[in-house]
Structures are given as C-alpha cells and as structure tokens.
C-alpha cells in the first residue's frame, strides 16, 4: 500500500485489540451468571540489583586483605638525568 500521507487507518486492520476482546468475554460470562475466574497474579519480581556494587564486590573478594599500611603507594620520584641531558641544543 502506497503512503497516503501520514494517515494510520490502514494500520488497524492489521492489529486486533486482544485487551478488549478479554474484557467483553469477562463482561458477558459476568452477564450470563458464570463465575469469572481470574488468574494468578504473577509472581513479585526479584529485587534488581546494582550491577556497580556487585562488580566492587567481586573484585574486593578478589583481593587478598591489604595489611596495615602495606597497601598505600609511595609516589614515584623522580629520575635525575645528567645535567647534559637537560640542555637542549640548536641542531644545524
């Protein structure tokens, strides 16, 4: 089917309102004098987890426990170079 310039009627041929269609099949076994029985309710989802923590946790069990004092760095120091390594020179 060509575009018809925007219009969505032609899409609702295509879908059936399943949501509707439950309702009226409620509605009318409620009209009859049937008893409506509903379904389970699902059950509660699992608690969602922050995927940061677990990832920190799984890496700090890991580890091996740092002793006292033994797990800070010493900064780096710096390297001395010879005094002619410092000076830059005019190459000709």
Known sequence: MPWDGGTRDHFRDDYEDEYRKKVLE??????AGEEVVVAAAPPPR???????????????????????????????????????????????
């Not at 409620?26 to 009209?31: E, I, L, M, P």
Request: glycine share 4%.
């Open 26 to 31: 409620v509605v009318q076994q409620k009209v």
């Open 46 to 92: 699992a608690q969602a987890i922050d995927i940061m923590e677990a990832v920190k946790a799984s890496l700090a069990a890991r580890r091996p426990p740092a002793a006292a004092g033994a797990g800070a760095r010493k900064p780096a120091q710096a390297k001395s170079r010879p005094a002619a390594a410092r000076k830059f020179t005019r190459v000709k």
